[in-house]
């Protein structure tokens, strides 16, 4: 079946450094990448979505400047969450899909901003 | 815009049934699908419905009513196992997908 790869799988960094999370799928390629956040006891939100070679669009809210996402081939995409604060931290999740296999979601990332 | 609601919590017992529903409202219905999400872990895929009715899968069943804005999701014979969140979730037309807050079920002994 498919498969996404997401890393880090948890990460702490201090308030103001920028941090990269990848997501690759392994087997298939990925025409869309999908990114969202999840606080605690809280649903899914979608953050961006992104098509390989193109500049993602944001949903109402998502500041572009600061949650940087790059689809630069059918197989990986970034988001770079820029200059962290502390009300940051949260589950960042990337979902794949293709026409094949649906979505496929990444172990997601848990980051927190000392 | 688009409105999903589920219950918050379930509890039932080990091998019993559990039904968890959703109801949603929203523009442009491309299916309803279900996810199981443990704890600090990425969400599988359970079920997809498009069409009114139900589908089966094994302990896992999903039913549909597009004319009610309502899904649910059956699960038969409880395992601990099946101890989780449970996220509704629309798709749209966009293929964008919407979430509930989901459902967290406890099975116990």
């Known amino acids: 079946g498919a498969v996404v790869s997401q890393h880090p799988s948890r990460v702490i960094c201090k308030s103001g450094t920028s941090v990269k999370i990848e997501c690759r799928s392994l087997?298939?390629?990925?025409?869309?990448m999908f990114w969202y956040r999840q606080f605690p006891k809280q649903s899914l939100m979608l953050m961006a979505t992104?098509?390989?070679?193109?500049?993602?669009?944001?949903e109402q809210g998502v500041e572009k400047d600061k949650f940087l996402i790059n689809h630069a081939s059918l197989t990986l995409s970034t988001l770079t969450v820029t200059s962290a604060h502390p009300e940051d931290s949260s589950f960042y999740i990337c979902?794949?899909?293709?026409?094949?296999?649906?979505?496929?979601f990444g172990s997601g990332t848990r980051l927190t901003v000392v | 815009g688009q409105n999903i609601d589920q219950p918050t919590e379930m509890t039932a017992t080990e091998g019993a049934i559990v039904q968890i529903n959703c109801t949603y409202q929203?523009?442009?219905?491309?299916?309803l699908f279900w996810y199981q999400q443990h704890a600090g872990e990425a969400p599988t895929f359970l079920s997809y419905?498009?069409?009114?009715g139900l589908e089966e899968k094994g302990r896992f069943s999903s039913f549909l009513s597009r004319s009610k804005g309502y899904s649910y999701l059956l699960l038969k014979e409880l395992q601990m196992k099946d101890s989780a969140s449970y996220l509704c979730?629309?798709?749209?037309?966009?293929?964008?997908?919407?979430f509930g807050a989901g459902t967290t079920v406890t099975v116990r002994a």
């Open positions: 929203t523009s442009g219905f491309n299916g």
């Open positions: 419905n498009v069409l009114d």
């Open positions: 979902s794949a899909s293709d026409r094949h296999y649906g979505y496929t």
């Open positions: 992104s098509n390989e070679g193109s500049k993602a669009t944001y």
């Open positions: 979730a629309v798709r749209h037309n966009d293929y964008k997908l919407s």
């Open positions: 087997d298939f390629q990925a025409t869309t």
